[in-house]
Nanobody, 129 residues
Framework: QVQLVESGGGLVQAGGSLRLSCAAS????????MGWFRQAPGKSREFVAA??????????ADSVKGRFTISRENAKNQNTVYVQMINLKPEDSAVYYC????????????????????WGQGTQVTVSS
């Protein structure tokens, strides 16, 4: 059974930092693209970052470039994806979700929510001004 569990969210002041984690289990994900998305109240889910199975490439939304860093650890029985967030802004406040693509997709599909097959339950990030 595929399971993605996010953690690390919380309340932080503007300019602060957080590191989110996503533990993926239930099958081997070491060759799978994984991504982070976020959704603020009243807004659609938006792309944050993605990383290839090996970590050879990463991709970021323009709004987080230079402030967020995605990385991953591929262990035998569990894969963990992180996003290190620095210089947080109030507009970064949202529920953050991790997701995985089970099959290869196009470059454009890295940032498209409906091209991901499994999702975690989300973790809340709140940045106060």
């Amino acid at each position: 059974q595929v399971q993605l569990v996010e953690s690390g969210g919380g309340l932080v002041q503007a300019g602060g930092s957080l590191r989110l984690s996503c533990a993926a289990s239930g099958r081997t994900f070491s060759s799978k693209v994984m991504g982070w998305f976020r959704q603020a109240p009243g807004k659609s889910r938006e792309f944050v970052a993605a990383i290839s199975g090996s970590g050879a490439w990463t991709d970021y939304a323009d709004s987080v470039k230079g402030r967020f860093t995605i990385s991953r650890e591929n262990a035998k029985n569990q894969n963990t994806v992180y996003v290190q967030m620095i210089n947080l802004k109030p507009e970064d406040s949202a529920v953050y979700y991790c997701a995985v693509q089970l099959d290869p997709r196009s470059v454009r599909d890295r940032s498209t929510p409906n091209q991901y097959d499994f999702w975690g339950q989300g973790t809340q990030v709140t940045v106060s001004s």
